[in-house]
């Protein structure tokens, strides 16, 4: 009988001989296909990014489950190239938001330009940032553009961008589909990340995202998704 993923640990595979285990999961009876599938695509397209946040807890461990569905991401080479830094410490959300609100000033007084700063404008965004402190959670998500081994071996990692991407949607999906909200908040530039959590030099921060229930008054801006015709090509 194979060993089951909560059996084994994870250990670096690279230069491993290929290595195969059967792989049978049930069939799931059509009928229930179709109906698994329509539920999801109502409650997803009820998902909304929220930047106004009540202060209430959520489960943490609801966050901590949604993040190990996040790591189940494929990846390039199946590297896992990823690092998902649950912030709970007050005083560095603090720092977080300090340092994020400095470089959207810059931004927005500026660096944007002003054809950036026009695709925002229905948005309603600014600079003030305060989700970063507001929202009961606070998820750092990193990538990791190579392996670093405890005696410095380096190994490139390979499709970093879309691994992690993939993963970072996982996890928003995972998110709202437990019930919380969410908001995926990439302050440009992010090296500040890096320094305010200590993170090694091989890890590139790649977004924040504040989780948590919308605040009693929230309101979202008035948008509309494109139609299925207008994303789907079938050939």
């Known amino acids: 009988m194979p060993e ?37 695509r109502g409650r997803m397209d009820e998902r909304r990014t929220v930047r106004q946040f009540s202060s209430d807890p959520v489960p943490e461990q609801a966050v901590r489950d949604a993040i190990a569905c996040a790591a189940t991401a494929p990846s390039g080479a199946h590297q896992q190239p990823w690092t998902f830094v649950l912030v709970k410490d007050p005083e560095v959300r603090r720092r977080i938001r300090e340092a994020a609100e400095h470089e959207e000033r810059v931004s927005y007084d500026g660096r944007l330009g002003e054809e950036w700063l026009a695709a925002l404008r229905p948005l309603g965004t600014d600079e003030v940032k305060a989700h970063l402190t507001d929202a009961p959670a606070l998820i750092v998500v990193f990538q990791q553009r190579h392996w670093l081994g405890e005696d410095g071996t380096k190994r490139k990692h390979y499709y970093v961008d879309e691994s992690v991407g ?14 919380l909200s969410a908001l995926i908040h990439t302050p440009s530039p992010m090296r500040f990340l890096s320094e305010v ?29 494109k139609s299925l015709d207008q994303v789907l090509v079938e050939v």
């Open 166 to 179: 993939i993963a970072v949607g996982m996890l928003l999906s995972a998110l709202h589909l437990s019930g």
């Open 197 to 225: 959590l200590g993170r090694p030099a091989n890890e590139k921060a790649f977004a924040v995202i504040p989780v948590g229930y919308p605040a009693p008054d929230c309101r979202v801006p008035d948008l509309v998704r």
């Open 4 to 40: 089951t993923q909560q059996q084994r640990e994870w250990a670096p595979i690279h230069g491993q001989p290929h290595r195969s285990v059967p792989y049978a999961p049930a069939r799931v009876p059509e009928a229930e296909t179709l109906s698994t599938a329509a539920g999801l």
